[in-house]
């Protein structure tokens, strides 16, 4: 993991205690604080080159980390119920996932 996925993580961690904070009734401005450091610690760049007129964006330590924490989850959940299989996980979290999208 680069370092750059290694601090993605943290700040995915930091922008979802936002979320866990039931003192906050408004928790955006701590989540959008969060993520903006994502730009600062290189988990996300953008590169506009003028001369072929073309922009890019690189997000590959943000997905990194993201994967990394879907991975480390599904293996403690693991090992916290050995019945459960990675499959079923992914299933709960997509669930999850279109629960949310549905509010």
């Given at each position: 993991m680069t370092e750059a996925s290694h601090q993605s993580a943290h700040v995915l961690l930091d922008a979802l205690s936002a979320f866990d904070d039931l003192t906050n009734p408004n928790p955006d401005p701590a989540i959008r604080?969060?993520?903006?450091?994502?730009?600062?610690?290189?988990?996300?760049?953008?590169?506009?080159?003028?001369?072929?007129?073309?922009t890019s964006v690189d997000v590959q330590p943000l997905l990194h980390a993201a994967l990394e924490l879907l991975a480390a989850t599904t293996a403690a959940r693991?090992?916290?119920?050995?019945?459960?299989?990675?499959?079923?996980?992914?299933?709960?979290?997509?669930a999850v996932i279109d629960l949310a999208a549905s509010d």
């Open positions: 604080l969060a993520l903006r450091r994502l730009e600062d610690i290189g988990a996300v760049s953008l590169l506009i080159d003028d001369e072929a007129q073309t693991m090992r916290e119920d050995p019945t459960l299989t990675g499959e079923g996980i992914i299933q709960e979290l997509r």
